[in-house]
């Protein structure tokens, strides 16, 4: 798939229940949301308009429009975060949830916006969107 497509709504929540696990389209679009939502915070200017273009229509609004963080989550904290915004989630689920959420965004991304996204991200992130970078 090339990274400069949108992926549609159907396409990205079938991907992200098939990452998650999930039993439902619903269970994975309300993971996607609080994911989003929580990562709209972190990212700031043209990296999160970029990254916005390249999601459906509707997760490009919550990534545009987010909940407010008074500072950078660490990954841990980021996790903990979702945890407590997904109704029944521990944080073994959310770390799935996260993980679910953002391997699909960075697919969606490229590795050229992944590069520039993780810039503006503390240390560690690169897990979450299942893209490791060499130390």
């Known amino acids: 798939m090339a990274a400069d497509v949108t992926l549609r709504w159907e396409a990205f929540l079938d991907r992200v229940k098939e990452r998650g696990e999930y039993d439902s389209g619903q269970e994975a679009e309300r ?33 545009l429009n987010p909940l407010q963080s008074a500072e950078p989550l660490t990954p841990e904290r980021f996790v903990r975060a979702t945890a407590a915004w997904i109704e029944g989630a521990t944080e073994q689920t959310a770390t799935w949830d996260v993980s679910a959420v953002l391997s699909t965004v960075a697919d969606a991304a490229g590795d050229e916006l992944m590069g520039q996204i993780l810039l503006q991200l503390p240390a560690g992130y690169d897990l979450l969107f299942g893209r490791p970078q060499p130390t």
């Open 31 to 63: 993971a996607s949301r609080v994911v989003l939502a929580l990562l709209g915070a972190h990212l700031v200017g043209e990296v999160r308009a970029r990254l916005a273009a390249h999601l459906p229509e509707d997760f490009a609004l919550i990534l």
